[in-house]
């Protein structure tokens, strides 16, 4: 990608802000606010969220999930048929239109067995596993924290559906695996974490918490087995484990509920057995902050001069910039590089030297490519590692092998 | 894919519908009604959704477009300062939070011009084009026809911003053979039809028209220059023109608008020209609709048997059928296939025949495979296009080969 066709609204100056994701994320042009709790995704973050969302997707392919799009827009009257209209915790975060009697989907457990209902019929059509990539809107009374707590955010949800609490456990258990595969993959180190499943459901849940300085929730973490206990279930911490507790801030990036037959039976979703007796489904719900995940990295991979996002969810592979051949030896190396897949953002702007360096560290690209003056005296291009910070001069034959090691993904 | 492991709801028997996409795509099951005029995308559709976006997606880079995700959430204050939230036209169709101040995105001109206000200072800013896919919600007083006017859709919307008329026009007519690509990469036969703007703006625009019997729009074409006249412009029309004109029903699936500097004087956006003097910048607006799209391919690629999509937008390429062998030779065929990349839906069920052959020809691959006891018996399989109906036995060994010619997309 050609800088100058591309939107990058870079600041030199931005007010301070209630954390690192919304100061960075912000100032590097990959969002910009809407309104309080509301950030629109710009190009670059449109990039990562699209890597984010395919890692994410293939790992819930693998269990076996159906990819749906759900409609944002709801009846009133299903969430009243649930009981939680009733519920004063969903009633105040949720958006409604009094006068179309509609309210935005806050979460899809409603829709999604009502819907599943003309597929399932007999035991033979479960499991059923649904899951979408969807705009949640919740009506947040302290968005705060960027894209860490807001209005209107992106979510994976799944929703499986099984003809008993034994067979539900199982995928529970698979799903959970999933989580900490797909949270491993994009470069984060995620604790399953115990809790109670707050205005959800009244079962145990676990929680996937990111350890962060800056993160908004307090929990108590086993480094070795990478487990913990939210604050809510602490009595029920077996006393064994008390001293290999540390209480640490986290983030939040996934969640998952066990839901029983709460919503089968508020909607008539039952199967017929092998034996022909008819039964409630048992369902699960399962959640991961898509745009929360990039928050998250954004406050874990990050050092004073920007971002430095790891590779496989960054907007760029490469940043290239060209100081001294106006222009010709960076569309060569442009064209080289990215005929080999890597995708490249060159630096095409008619721009002070240092204002280039400078944006190509605030983007944070893992690998930083220069031909300058100085370098092209030797025949030389120079090649900077976003992670390390370490900087080699290599002959510009050997780039495409050398960059290789740096962008293994 | 494997059928079992994939959630396709085909229903025997639909109430009828208002439209033919409507009726089809939930009985092949396609989608599921929410509410009036929400409907969610089950896999299938997600599928052709993906296809249809990656095609539009391409052809807006290739304009110079860069791609965000806004917020679906807009201040009402926003729409109040652009003069539209008085306008009784967008006030009737917006879904509005009165509690929290907040509409949901009808569209997306206000954010937007508030948005480039960080990025254009100067003339060297300028232009910027920017697109995004996104879900809007508007309120229709009579939402019908399925998936062609609904309350919650997905729109491709293209926004670009000009220092003058002049290199705005051009621009326009960038967009205007852009879409027509896409279109015609669709499968879609589209015309330009002169419109007025409707509650957009004052300025002439364009529609993108495509014929079709059972279309709510009533136009004027010309068939040798595929342009034609909107209803409303009629009076505008040249005498020299009214000979060539057939009245045909149509429906449209993108809009173009010229809206000058509404939003820029609206919301203070100006730059500052080579001469040093400021102006305010020149803006357009360009819509297709996503989810129309696929409602539109609906109504014109059916028959009696159900649906069939061109191969550029089908769910899957090939519709894999074993009948004789226990499924091992359909299990052969699907991994020799895959690993080609054609995607193949291979029906493992433990249905009848008969109704494994009528949900293929109601789901609508552009290639059926059936390896039955008749065809085994020569060491041949049944290769059949949706398309044309036409049916040959080959060997087993020519499929792959023979195979290509029906999925060139």
Redesign the interface.
């Known amino acids: 990608m050609r800088y100058s ?3 990058i ?1 870079t ?1 030199r100056d931005v007010a301070k802000q209630d954390s690192v994701n919304a100061y960075l994320l912000n100032k590097a042009g990959y969002i ?1 606010q ?2 309080a709790g ?6 670059l ?2 990039r990562s ?1 699209q890597k984010i969302e395919q890692i994410v997707r293939e790992e819930m392919n693998a269990i ?1 999930g ?10 009133q009257e299903t969430w009243e048929q649930s009981g939680r209209w009733d519920d004063p915790n969903f009633k105040q975060i949720v ?3 009094p006068e ?1 009697g ?1 309210t ?1 989907g806050a979460t899809h457990e409603e ?1 999604m067995t ?3 209902k ?2 399932i019929q007999s035991y033979r059509d479960l499991p ?3 899951y979408q990539f969807q ?1 949640k ?1 919740r ?1 947040e009374l302290r968005p705060k924290s960027g894209l860490l707590r807001g ?2 955010f ?1 979510m994976k949800d799944l929703y499986s559906f099984h003809p008993d609490e034994a067979s539900h456990n199982e995928y529970y258990e698979t799903v959970a695996a999933a989580y900490l595969k797909t949270f491993d993959r994009l470069g984060l180190d995620a604790y399953r974490v115990k809790a109670s499943g707050g205005v959800f459901t009244e079962h145990i849940s676990d929680e996937f918490q990111v350890v962060c300085p800056t993160g908004e929730d307090e929990i108590l973490v086993d480094h070795q087995t990478k487990t913990g206990f939210n604050k809510e279930v602490e009595d029920q911490i077996p006393k064994t484990r008390h001293s290999k507790l540390e209480r640490v801030r986290a983030i939040e990036v996934g969640n998952i509920f066990h839901n029983g037959t709460k919503y089968s039976e508020a909607f008539g979703l039952t199967y017929l057995s092998a034996e022909g007796s008819r039964h409630p489904v048992v369902m699960g719900s399962y959640g991961i902050g898509i745009t929360r995940l990039l928050g998250t990295l954004a406050e874990l991979y990050n050092d004073e001069h920007g971002l430095k996002l790891p590779v496989q969810v960054a907007p760029f592979d490469i940043h290239l910039i060209d100081l001294a051949s106006e222009g010709k030896v960076g569309e060569e190396l442009y064209q080289t590089l990215t005929q080999q897949g890597y995708e490249v953002l060159l630096d095409d702007r008619e721009e002070a030297a240092g204002i280039k360096l400078v944006e190509a560290d605030l983007i944070g690209a893992p690998v930083r490519v220069v031909h300058s003056h100085k370098t092209a005296q030797e025949g030389k291009v120079e090649l900077k590692s976003r992670q390390t910070g370490q900087i080699e001069l290599i002959p510009k034959e050997d780039l495409t092998s050398r960059i290789a090691k740096y962008l293994a993904k």
Chains 1, 2 share one sequence.
């Open positions: 066709q591309f939107y609204p600041k910009t809407i309104a509301a950030y629109a995704l710009l190009p973050a449109v969220i076996g159906s990819e749906v799009v759900f409609t944002a827009l709801q009846p958006y409604l239109d179309a509609m935005f829709p009502i819907a599943v003309e597929k059923v596993v649904l705009t809107f009506k209005r209107e992106r």
